[in-house]
């Protein structure tokens, strides 16, 4: 098994997408503090929105989470599932290992912790752009806390807030192995992923216009049952001085995971498909 992941990921970082997608992190977070810098301009210290060097690797990856890193996995999903299984590459896999399931938990395995290292490689480029655009603050505030956090507080927390996005990502992954195994196309796997995308973020949006016809619980659970909007919201909500429905929360995160990931298994373990 150990060799099999080790084969799985040299073949995944010697393509070129990938060492791109690894150059794009440091400008990404370079211009998220530029951004913020200017942003700073209309903002109270006082308020958790007032980007400093502490607070900062939060900010820029909700900005980022929502667009660049769902995409990156959409890109991997692509590269690592559709594409390997049209080309044939996978056939060729399975000829040596004869194992559906290490095959399976090898791809996800490479896929996540492809994942994992490149959001700590933002991490750090978030750090290091904050030190060298943004203020320093001994203290800010935090989204829902009443009191300030210093910085080791504070870095705490951006690990956290890093965790839990983390866990998005796989849930999001979820659903994009079961497109990724069912479309032919790598075409089609990137735009079924971005369907799922503005779909998720249109009906919250559309739901809040009808917002009189539903109670407060429904509204709430309604809204978060959408990834985009507990990647943009309901990670703070989950990291508050009272996580506000944090069981809602985790359990759509869940839901998603299982729901997709189970079916998705099964179609790749599905024979006819590779003869």
């Not at 070129?16 to 209309?42: D, M, S």
């Not at 203290?139 to 806390?145: I, K, N, Q, T, V």
């Amino acid at each position: 098994m150990i060799r099999l992941l080790q084969a799985e990921w040299k073949r995944l970082w010697k393509r070129k997408l990938l060492w791109a997608i690894v150059g794009v992190l440091p400008v990404a977070a370079f211009a998220a503090a530029t951004y913020y810098e200017g942003a700073n301009r209309g903002v109270s210290p006082a308020e958790p929105q007032y980007a400093v060097v502490g607070n900062f690797p939060v900010l820029a990856m909700a900005e980022m989470l929502l667009t660049l890193f769902n995409l990156i996995v959409i890109a991997l999903v692509a590269t690592l599932w559709t594409e390997e299984i049209r080309s044939g590459q996978l056939r060729m896999v399975l000829l040596r290992v004869q194992t559906f399931s290490r095959v399976w938990w090898a791809k996800v395995g490479v896929l996540l912790g492809t994942v994992a290292l490149l959001m700590l490689l933002f991490f750090g480029f978030s750090y290091l752009a904050g030190y060298w655009i943004l203020p320093h603050a001994d203290a800010y505030p935090l989204f829902y806390r009443a009191e300030p956090v210093d910085l080791w507080e504070g870095f705490g927390y951006n690990l956290q807030y890093y965790g839990i996005s983390f866990l998005t990502l796989v849930a999001f992954a979820g659903f994009l192995l079961l497109a990724g195994s069912m479309c032919r196309t790598v075409t089609g796997t990137l735009g079924v992923g971005m369907a799922f995308l503005l779909f998720s973020f249109f009906y919250p949006e559309l739901a809040g216009y009808f917002r009189p016809l539903f109670s407060d619980e429904q509204f709430f659970q309604l809204y978060f049952s959408s990834l985009p909007m507990i990647q943009w919201e309901g990670i703070v909500n989950l990291l508050a001085d009272q996580p506000r429905r944090a069981g809602w929360l985790t359990g759509v995160l869940a839901g998603y995971t299982c729901l997709f990931g189970i079916p998705a298994y099964l179609w790749f373990s599905r024979q006819d498909q590779w003869n």
